[in-house]
Every structure is written in C-alpha cells, then in structure tokens.
C-alpha cells in the first residue's frame, strides 16, 4: 500500500522518493538502472475490444461470401460510412505540413461549433474499381442524405461502370444514419431499389468493428492525410483537397456538395416497415438483407430467403410449429419435459401473486373465476422464444393472441425457474419481424402457410 503506487512513476520522483529513503541518486541515474532492468516509457496499447459478439467471425465469413458471389458476377460491392464532422473556416486541423520555418498556419484559438458551418462528408468506396465518390453534405446526417449520396453515385458513375448489374451490395457499419437499426434507412433503399432497378442486399459489420470497414483505411485515412495540418477554410477548398486524394495503388476519388435539406425526426410507422420489399436472410437477419425492386409476385409481407413467394393472406401459425427445435433450440421432448418440471412452481407462483391481489386466502375452488391468459405450457414456451431472441414482444403477442405486456409478465415469472433449473438458452442467429418469417423460416418449400387446424 505504498504511496508511491499511486503515482506518476517518472525518473525525476523515483529519485526523490529514494532520496528520501536514504539513496542519494540522480533522475538520469535512475533512467538508466530502469532501462538495464529492461523498463521503457511505454503508452497503453488499444488490444481489448468492447465488443465480442459470439458470431462476429460467422458475419464477416458470411459478408465476404456475399462480397464474393456479387463480385464474380460483376455486380458492384461499395463500402458506405459517415466521416466525422468538419468546420468550415479558419479551425485547426490537426497535423503537421512542410511550411517556411516560423511561419505555421494561424487559425482560432478556439472552436465554436455553434456559430461554425459544418460540413458532413458520406463516402461510396467501390472496392472494385478502388475508387471513391464523397458527398460533403451540408444539414444532417440523416438516412435519407446517407441513401441520397448512394444515389448520386449510381446515377453518375455506377451504372456506366456496372452497365448489366443487377444487383448492389452494401457493407456498413450496424450504427448510425445507416445502421441496422435505422427504419428510414430500410424505406430510403427501397425507394432507390424501386428507381434503379436493383436488388440491393446490405450486409452489416457486427457490433465494435466498424474500423474494419473496407472504406476507412482505403479512403477516409488517405483523405484524412491529405488535408493535415490545414485548415478548411471553405467547402470548396474541403471539395477540390477530396478530389485530390490519391494512394500509390492507384486510388481516385470524386467530391460534391449536396446543399439539400435532410430534416431530421422523421418517423416511419411498423405498417410501413411491414410493406417493404425486404428479405431478411437466414442468416442474422437484422444484419444481412434484401430490398428488392418490386414486391415478389403475390408478396404480402417480407420473407426471409430471396427466392421464396410469399402468401397471400396472413400467416397463421400453431403451438406446435412454434415449438419446433429450430426455433426453441431443444427437441421436442426436452420441451416437454421442461413445461412438466416448471409448472407446479408456476401455480405455486401464481398463487402467491393472486393471494398478494385479494389480500386473502382464496375463497373458492382451484380454477374458479378468472382463467389465466396463457397456460403453463404457453409460459414456458413464449419465455423459450423470448431468451432466443427470435421476436419482438409485440410478435410475441400476435403468435399467441395477447398483449406484450402479457408476454413481459410470463418472462419475469419464468425467467427466474429456468434459472433455478440450471437451464440456459443461447441466443438464436435468426431474427423475425412478422409471422410470415416464421412460417417461411420454417418451412422455406412452400410457396402457401397451411391454415391451423
């Protein structure tokens, strides 16, 4: 518990803390004794990451494999991501350039983003072609400036590069004005799917590896380097240092301002994300995807493999098929055996809850009065569902007639038994939005959902 193990451990106060102890000594003395000991000043090395998603190596075999087939089909394959906000005006940048000696470029001592104009660059990095388009943006970063710089690109180099395509990949970070997450992303591309006749598929890099994204170390960190060290004085002068960034293996980029008005807080409703034109993979789902051009023939919903038709009226799934070892992760008998272990708990647990609302013993039989709105078996199940992460509580809801604040109770009451039973689900790589992604993920042949029995 020395003190001297919560300080700054610098030459200079090793010398006098040894000084102190009796050890009369120098800090160059010490410097040297620490470097004979095999010590060097040495700063902390980022090599922990945040974020270790289990299938993180899968998504970026599977991304690759994407990359791959539309590439030896001729189809275009771009990178897309923001780069960081810049100040127009006399700001410093940081960095160093060769300039007379003493004479360094003055900017202001300080910045204030308030009164500054700000520039929002969106890059297109075709891998192909190692080639760079850039749209300097002049409002928000929203989704539909993201999707609106895409545009640009096609509309002016890719479809004369890419003239037979029939297909766009994109690779982008899971955050941010395209993430994954982001619903006026989704209806952004269908639009542009619809315009230009694409199919287009995204394919998002998993959760604390956007540095990996092919589109900053190819152009942002050589666009970063070209403009050290100076200011950005306007965003003509930001436009021609872009289109002047080059690298020795023979990169080329593009820059244009695109002054128009991207307004921010648009909502989009759950019916309009349902009427998308979107197939969510097998695969991680709410990564990989597809937004098609035109709504597959007899589509009333999105699915969940390219080629698949969709039915034409609502997917009607029973208990049976929900309990299917594909989306419970366990076989059919192990389900049964567990809904028989955790029930008498539940009624137990169900008791005490209702004993705890009247305030008294029950004054009438077992099963008299209200009746529960799911059943021991539905508890179990639904919960099952729940841990997996297939659905939303809403789904939930839908896929057993109730509300979500009726599945969220179930969960919170059974939960707890699971855990007491030693029983742990991993999470499953599937991801639904509606039943029909159910009924198509089940059973990927059939081009009708069998009505229930």
């Given amino acids: 518990m020395s003190p001297l193990r919560w300080t700054t451990k610098s030459t200079r106060k090793l010398a006098a803390e040894l000084t102190r102890q009796g050890h009369r000594v120098s800090a160059d003395t010490v410097a040297g004794l620490l470097r004979e000991e095999g010590f060097s000043l040495q700063a902390n090395a980022k090599t922990i990451e945040g974020a270790q998603h289990p299938d993180r190596d899968a998504q970026f075999r599977y991304l690759n494999e994407q990359?791959?087939?539309?590439?030896?089909?001729?189809?275009?394959?771009?990178?897309?991501?923001?780069?960081?906000?810049?100040?127009?005006?006399?700001?410093?940048?940081?960095?160093?350039?060769?300039?007379?000696?003493?004479?360094?470029?003055?900017?202001?001592?300080?910045?204030?983003?308030?009164?500054?104009?700000?520039a929002i660059p969106y890059g297109i990095y075709d891998m192909a072609a190692n080639t760079g388009w850039v749209s300097i943006g002049t409002d928000h970063d929203t989704a539909a400036f993201a999707v609106a710089s895409i545009r640009r690109w096609w509309q002016a180099v890719g479809r004369h590069d890419?003239?037979?395509?029939?297909?766009?990949?994109?690779?982008?970070?899971?955050?941010?004005?395209?993430?994954?997450?982001?619903?006026?992303?989704?209806?952004?591309?269908?639009d542009l799917a619809a315009e230009t006749g694409l199919e287009i598929t995204v394919?998002?890099?998993?959760?604390?590896?956007?540095?990996?994204?092919?589109?900053?170390?190819?152009?942002?960190?050589?666009?970063?380097?070209?403009?050290?060290g100076r200011p950005l004085t306007s965003h003509e002068v930001m436009l021609q240092t872009i289109a002047a960034t080059t690298s020795r293996t023979g990169l080329t980029v593009h820059a244009e301002l695109d002054s128009g008005q991207y307004p921010t807080g648009i909502r989009v409703s759950d019916d309009e994300i349902a009427a998308l034109p979107i197939t969510r993979h097998r695969f991680h789902g709410d990564w990989n995807y597809t937004l098609h051009s035109q709504r597959p023939m007899g589509a009333a919903t999105t699915g969940s493999r390219p080629d698949e038709a969709l039915a034409d009226r609502p997917a009607r799934l029973t208990r049976r098929s929900l309990q299917d070892p594909e989306l419970t992760g366990m076989?059919?008998?192990?389900?049964?055996?567990?809904?028989?272990?955790?029930?008498?708990?539940?009624?137990?647990?169900?008791e005490q809850v209702l004993r705890t609302r009247r305030g008294h013993e029950r004054l009438v039989a077992p099963g008299a009065g209200a009746k529960a709105k799911l059943t021991s078996a539905d508890r179990v199940l639904v919960t099952v569902l729940h841990l997996r992460?297939?659905?939303t509580m809403d789904l939930l809801g839908q896929l057993f007639n109730t509300t979500a604040m009726t599945i969220s109770r179930a969960v919170k009451d059974v939960r707890p038994l699971l855990e007491a039973h030693g029983v742990h689900l991993p999470a499953s790589t599937a991801?639904?939005?509606?039943?029909?992604?159910?009924?198509?993920?089940?059973d990927p042949d059939k081009t009708k959902i069998k009505p229930t029995c």
């Fill in 67 to 118: 990359a791959r087939d539309h590439r030896d089909a001729g189809d275009p394959v771009i990178s897309v991501d923001s780069k960081k906000k810049e100040l127009i005006g006399d700001y410093k940048n940081a960095g160093r350039e060769w300039r007379p000696a003493g004479q360094p470029g003055r900017v202001k001592t300080h910045d204030f983003p308030g009164q500054a104009e700000k």
């Fill in 162 to 190: 890419y003239p037979r395509a029939r297909r766009l990949l994109i690779t982008a970070d899971g955050g941010g004005s395209n993430g994954y997450r982001t619903r006026g992303w989704k209806t952004q591309l269908a």
């Fill in 203 to 228: 394919c998002h890099l998993p959760p604390g590896t956007s540095k990996w994204n092919k589109i900053e170390h190819r152009l942002f960190s050589h666009i970063t380097m070209n403009w050290r």
């Fill in 331 to 350: 076989t059919r008998w192990q389900l049964s055996e567990l809904i028989d272990a955790l029930t008498p708990a539940m009624e137990v647990q169900r």
């Fill in 389 to 391: 992460k297939l659905a």
């Fill in 431 to 442: 991801r639904f939005r509606t039943r029909e992604d159910i009924a198509r993920f089940l």
